[in-house]
């Protein structure tokens, strides 16, 4: 079974400053997807960026980007010049195929972050 | 809004009585998938659905079940229900296209459960 793991349960920063957020995962597969989601606190799941494993590029959305390490299973989410509209939950997920089109998709256990005026 | 649609958005119901759950996926999305969140928890996974057929089992409690119409829309059942059983369910879909690059999943609003 795949497992999901983020290390930071709270993590708090500077309006304007930088933040990374830690992710790690475990799996024998080689071909998956991973994905950080927002959750503000109107509790909707919001997709903030993804990465296919099969890409060396690290995904970049404006503000938002990851530093993936695929032989450390790592996934690292850094929020640049952070805004208080980031304040949020954040959870790193991973999927993989369980079937014939069909995927699996795994949830850590999240990081509560808030940004401080 | 993320084209999945989750009825109701809230619910309230007393302890023993069985409720049920409804998702629409986005359109042409044939997965589905159900996550338990309890106050401050994160996702846990229930059940997902791929076509109709059932393709993942979590940590889904025996009281509860879910099933994918041939319309692709899902329902969760949730039966006996316990003060324990508050949480918010969220479904969420993906889409698959042979065996390409699927997407992210889309996740509706959730439905807010309450068992008093």
């Known amino acids: 079974a795949q497992t999901v793991t983020q290390s930071q349960p709270e993590m708090s920063v500077q309006e304007a400053e930088t933040v990374t957020l830690s992710c790690t995962y475990d799996?024998?597969?080689?071909?998956?997807?991973l994905f950080w989601y927002k959750q503000p606190p109107s509790r909707q799941m919001i997709l903030v960026i993804r990465q296919e494993a099969y890409k060396q590029q690290n995904a970049t959305e404006n503000r938002f980007s990851v530093n993936f390490q695929k032989a450390a299973k790592s996934f690292s989410l850094k929020i640049s010049d952070s805004q208080l509209g980031d304040t949020a939950m954040y959870f790193c997920a991973f999927m993989k195929r369980s079937g014939a089109g069909s995927y699996q998709l795994t949830f850590g256990k999240g990081t509560k972050l808030s940004v401080i005026p | 809004d993320s084209g999945v649609t989750q009825t109701p958005k809230h619910l309230i119901t007393a302890t023993g009585q069985r409720v049920t759950l409804r998702c629409s996926p986005r359109s042409g999305d044939l997965s589905v998938y159900w996550y338990q969140q309890s106050l401050d928890q994160g996702l846990q996974f229930l059940i997902q659905?791929?076509?109709?057929?059932?393709?993942a089992k979590g940590n889904i409690l025996e009281r509860f079940s879910a099933q994918q119409f041939p319309d692709l829309h899902s329902e969760l059942n949730l039966s006996s229900l316990e003060l324990g059983d508050s949480a918010l369910y969220f479904c969420?879909?993906?889409?698959?296209?042979?065996?390409?690059?699927?997407?992210?999943?889309?996740f509706g609003q959730g439905t807010r459960l309450t068992v008093v």
């Open positions: 969420a879909s993906s889409s698959s296209v042979g065996t390409g690059f699927i997407g992210e999943a889309f």
């Open positions: 659905y791929y076509n109709g057929e059932e393709r």
């Open positions: 799996t024998s597969e080689s071909n998956y997807y």
